[in-house]
């Protein structure tokens, strides 16, 4: 047990079980740092990188962290804890906080590195970064909405306005939860002693700010919605600040009406990918946090190929970076392209982007049409039908918002959540419908891959 190698296996099979418990990004972020050192009797000493990391660890994981290495070590074990920078008989003692500016008993719930400062700002997020910045210096703006593919920066910006906020007032109550916690809390407060549901409700209701991660979690999860809807009303009343964020807009999600409603009352900001440029100075902002000795001909190689999300993106530099320093190699284009290879398209295979003009086109010739009568004012059942068709195949061949496929048509987003469930019933019912439409599917994909 007290072999090195021992020790190294058995902490790796805790964090790996510690993961399922609290997630990957929680995981990443506060247990992946530390080092086990050795076990001793039955003290396990780990080196922790920092002091915020330490109390963090702490705070809230160290009594699952010992939970979890009784079955693996046969005895409950106590932990002690050493500075990477320290020698490691000495212990880790947090830093105390300046008398005249203690630090808030919740900063250690939000990631020190998601600042604005190192929020990489471009064309696809400005109005976002923006937005978040008025919330973070002027609380009560509410709500704020920001939606997006994953990947590209919500949760970044959820904490930058948690710091932002605690700048200016150290005694903010401020909680950020991913909405599948605020479900699982909620179950097990109803679930728990009599007053677990008040006590659940009192803490989410005292917040001055509530950051709620991925709000598409609550879908069909009544009973929580209801909840939430509550929550957030006893907020919005009380000009508490509340941020969500989703990955896509509020009209889009499968909630009720009165909740969408309110989200539309607020500022609602969206992230789309980032440009070629913004990519660059992230992977270089990155680099330089990491201290890797990669040169920019590598970085703009990356930022060319590497296009679907940031996480990707620093993925993808961590992989170069700790593959060319454990390897002992500079960094090559040649290199680095077999490096990343799962991450990058053939050019070859992509399937080309379909266009709604293509949709029209294909679905005019098939009925008979103009491409001037998908936008008539016209409701006759020969223009309406095909119309409605042609909206439901942009719902499914392109990435397209229901706004956006609306005003293509010249028609508002309800008309296109219609003309969708409308087709869609239809082809479950009718199989010779259902071919016509596999017939256009195909169609539309051939020529949208031959152009």
Not at 195 to 205: H, I, L, N, P, Q
Request: aromatic content about 8%; charged content about 25%.
């Amino acid at each position: 047990m007290d072999n090195l190698t021992d020790i190294k296996e058995i902490w790796q099979t805790a964090i790996k079980n510690l993961e399922a418990e609290i997630g990957a990004d929680a995981t990443a972020l506060w247990i992946r740092p530390i080092k086990p050192l050795y076990i001793e009797n039955d003290t396990l000493k780990l080196e922790v990188p920092d002091s915020i990391i330490y109390n963090t660890v702490k705070e809230r994981y160290e009594e699952k962290i010992i939970n979890l290495l009784l079955p693996l070590t046969g005895k409950k074990v106590r932990i002690d804890y050493s500075m990477s920078l320290a020698p490691s008989s000495q212990q880790v003692r947090p830093a105390p906080p300046p008398a005249a500016a203690p630090a808030p008993s919740n900063l250690y719930s939000f990631n020190p590195h998601y600042t604005f400062d190192s929020f990489i700002v471009g064309a696809s997020n400005r109005f976002a970064y923006a937005s978040a910045e008025g919330v973070a210096k002027n609380p009560g703006q509410n709500p704020f909405f920001i939606y997006s593919a994953p990947g590209l920066g919500k949760t970044h910006l959820l904490h930058a306005i948690a710091h932002g906020i605690l700048k200016a007032n150290n005694s903010a109550r401020i909680h950020y939860t991913a909405s599948e916690t605020f479900v699982n809390e909620y179950i097990d407060a109803v679930r728990g002693k009599a007053d677990g549901a008040e006590a659940f409700r009192s803490k989410y209701r005292k917040l001055d700010c509530l950051l709620l991660d991925d709000i598409q979690f609550l879908v069909d999860k009544e009973r929580s919605e209801e909840e939430f809807f509550y929550t957030f009303n006893a907020l919005f009343e009380s000009k508490k600040q509340v941020v969500i964020t989703s990955d896509r807009p509020p009209r889009e999600l499968a909630m009720g009406q009165r909740l969408v409603s309110r989200f539309l009352q607020g500022v609602v900001a969206d992230i789309k990918l980032p440009d070629f440029e913004t990519r660059v100075a992230i992977l270089r902002q990155k680099r330089d946090q990491h201290t890797y000795d990669i040169p920019d001909d590598i970085i703009t190689f990356i930022a060319e190929n590497v296009k679907k999300s940031i996480r990707e993106l620093e993925g993808c530099l961590i992989t170069v970076g700790n593959f060319c320093s454990n390897m002992k190699i500079n960094p090559s284009i040649d290199a680095v392209k077999e490096i990343i290879k799962d991450h990058i398209n053939d050019p070859d295979q992509e399937e080309k982007k379909v266009t709604i003009d293509l949709i029209k086109d294909v679905v005019a010739e098939k009925y008979n049409l103009e491409l001037k009568d998908f936008s008539a004012k016209k409701r006759s059942e020969a223009l309406a039908f095909p119309r409605q068709v042609a909206m439901y195949l942009a719902c499914t061949l392109t990435d397209l918002t229901l706004k956006d496929i609306g005003e293509a048509f010249g028609r508002d987003h309800a008309t296109v959540m219609y003309a969708k469930n409308k087709i869609s019933q239809l082809l479950q019912t009718d199989p010779y419908f259902n071919e016509t439409i596999n017939q256009m599917l195909s169609k539309i994909k051939n020529v949208s891959n031959s152009g």
